[in-house]
């Protein structure tokens, strides 16, 4: 008998990954298909196993080809775009790689709101420009001392609030539930948190629950002197609403690396000097992504030789 089938899904395979799960199982790749759907529909029903990341996910349009499916490996903590409840209700194990990225999502989230405080960008392109010697820059704010809230205090909102200590910052969070032995003020009302903090950090899950969570009345609430940084999902914040709040000072500043329709932008931004844009690189960091891809491998690996894996997602959790 030969090695089981792995359809991947996306590009995020990289050379190491490759290495290891060709050892174990016959690869295709779905990006390298003429056409997808009719070659899903050909041999879709021969794949057992599936590796894809948080962007591709597997959407309803491939994953009706699929009736034979057992594990799907996410390389990626978010899992937005797999439908996880209907899968654990079929059966289907769906699995992601949490906690090994946790440290380098703080550090981005934290580099966006220096970033943006300090106008990193701005005056790296003063000095670049050569037009220094006509005048300073103008002053920036610092960063000490401030009130943040975070949307979202899981294990990388925790990491960041540790990190925040360094500032003198005054911590608060808005989740579903109070956490236990977390010293940090609660908040259940989104909005009077919003109103209440300086700084509020976006680090919380996509998906239905969260789509536009952070809408007008938030950023209104931040006001015109409060800065939003966004390091969870695009999708969280009214993407349309923000560039207006933005444009007309009714929010102050934004740190961004993500957005609802990556890689589309909206162009409103790119010429906002309190803005400061990333191209989602929250966990890009060599160290980071190959500790994410051993964990994707891992958890293919294992459910083929024992039918457990080490990091199930929350739905898929006790199969």
Known sequence: M??????????????????????????????????????????????????TDGHWGVRPDVM????????????GVGYDNIDAADCAGRGIVVTHTPNVLNAEV?????????ATSRRLVRDD????????????????????????????????????????????ADISYHSRNKKPDVAYRYYDSLLDMARDVDVFFCITPGGAATHHLVNRD????????????????????????????????RLGNAGLDVFEKEPQVPAALFEMDQVTLLP??????????????????????????????ISPVPECQGM
Request: charged share 20%; glycine share 10%.
């Open 2 to 51: 030969g090695n089981p089938n792995l359809l991947v899904i996306g590009g995020g395979m990289s050379p190491p990954m490759q290495a290891a799960l060709e050892q174990k199982f016959t690869i295709h790749q779905l990006a390298k298909q003429a056409d997808e759907q009719a070659w899903l529909a050909a041999n879709g029903a021969d794949m057992t196993y599936v590796l």
């Open 64 to 75: 009706k080809h699929l009736p034979s499916i057992e594990v799907i490996s996410c390389y």
């Open 106 to 114: 703080a550090n981005t989230a934290l580099m966006l709101w220096l």
């Open 125 to 168: 392109r003063l000095v670049r420009s050569g037009k220094w010697p006509e005048g300073n820059a103008a002053l920036t704010h610092s960063i000490d001392d401030r009130k943040v809230g975070i949307l979202g205090l899981g294990r990388i909102g925790e990491e960041l609030a540790r990190r925040l200590a360094v500032f003198n």
């Open 218 to 249: 938030v950023m209104d609430a931040l006001g015109p002197d409060g800065t939003l940084i966004n390091v969870g999902r695009g999708t969280v914040v009214d993407e349309v609403e923000l560039v207006k709040a933005l444009q007309d000072g």
């Open 280 to 309: 989602h690189v929250g966990s890009a960091t060599v160290e980071t992504r190959a500790a994410m891809g051993n964990l994707a491998v891992e958890n293919l690996t294992q459910f083929l030789a024992n039918k457990t894996v």
